[in-house]
């Protein structure tokens, strides 16, 4: 395996580490793995705003309870509304060992359709474990549907070249989302 660092991984290295369980994705299709990524699928949570809670989103004070969750059926549809940003995640738990970093991305048919999938939390630390949170926003004037096991977004890797000392989950990092299993929202601290 040429697992250089600082490189994008290609598919036969990520599916060697899948295989190996130095990368965990679960549940498991290597059908899904492309040339340098694998494709992810839209879990059932999500949370939408309660843009009435708030006059503003004060950085130095973020409000709690902005959001509330939304768990649909796999046959139901979940809208999102024009101009309209929520927060999903995917259907697949990944876990990354200390000396591996992944980037997810929009699938580049969802974004000619006019969803963006992540604003800016596309980056996945080395010894993530949990499920993604997407950052959904619809720039279009139509109205999108959305169903649980939609092909959504693509995780790319890349190794370090060395393992990170201190790891995500490392516990004074104070890692706010490790291990989270639903759509999570901000858990922001403000200046420190």
Known sequence: MSEQPNSVLS????????????IRIDPWDPQLVQPASVDLRLGDSFRVFHNHRA???DLRHP???????????????????????????T???????DDIVARIEGKSSIGRLGLIVHATAGFCDPGWKGTLTLELNNLT??????????????????ALDRSA???YGSPELG?????????????YEGAR
């Open 141 to 158: 004037q139509i109205p999108i549907k959305l169903y649980p096991g939609l092909l959504i977004a693509q995780l790319s890797f890349m």
């Open 165 to 167: 000392q201190r790891p």
């Open 63 to 89: 409000p709690a309870g902005l959001t509330e969750e939304v768990v649909i059926q796999p046959e139901e549809s979940f809208v999102i509304h024009p101009g309209e940003f929520c927060l999903g995640r």
């Open 91 to 97: 259907l697949e738990w990944v876990e990354l060992p």
């Open 55 to 57: 006059s503003a989103i």
């Open 11 to 22: 598919d036969g290295t990520i599916l060697e580490l899948v295989q190996r369980g130095r």
């Open 175 to 187: 890692s706010h989302y490790q291990g989270q299993r639903a759509a999570t929202e901000s858990r």
